[in-house]
């Protein structure tokens, strides 16, 4: 059971998966409790705020300076996440919380994450 339990973990870390897809493959694949499951996802799509919202500005600065192609990566990966964000410009913290929770693939916590530091 316990490695069923980091598989969801890990599952809700990933920006593609988040709750929406650990939850589900939990209970139907893993055969978890829906609390079990809940509280597994739930801790692991916390984890990626941490570093998001402490180390992306540095992390970004840095690589600029650093490399050609992570800059450009992470040009793309801001200028994404720009262009998916113009409800939280609008309506700033509330806009951020409905940004968050609708339930589309790259509006999930960890780009809502990007857009609070954007």
Do not use: C
């Amino acid at each position: 059971m316990l490695s069923k339990l980091i598989s969801t973990f890990l599952l809700a870390m990933l920006p593609i998966t988040e709750l929406r897809g650990s939850i589900p493959l939990a209970i139907a694949n893993f055969h978890l409790p829906i609390g079990y499951a809940f509280i597994a996802s739930v801790l692991g799509n916390l984890i990626p705020i941490i570093p998001i919202l402490w180390l992306l500005e540095h992390f970004s600065d840095w690589i600029g300076a650093h490399s050609r192609i992570g800059q450009r990566i992470l040009e793309w990966l801001f200028h994404r996440t720009r262009r998916k964000t113009k409800i939280v410009e609008k309506y700033g913290w509330l806009g951020l919380m409905l940004f968050v929770a609708i339930p589309l693939p790259g509006s999930g916590i960890s780009t809502g994450s990007i857009a609070a530091v954007l």
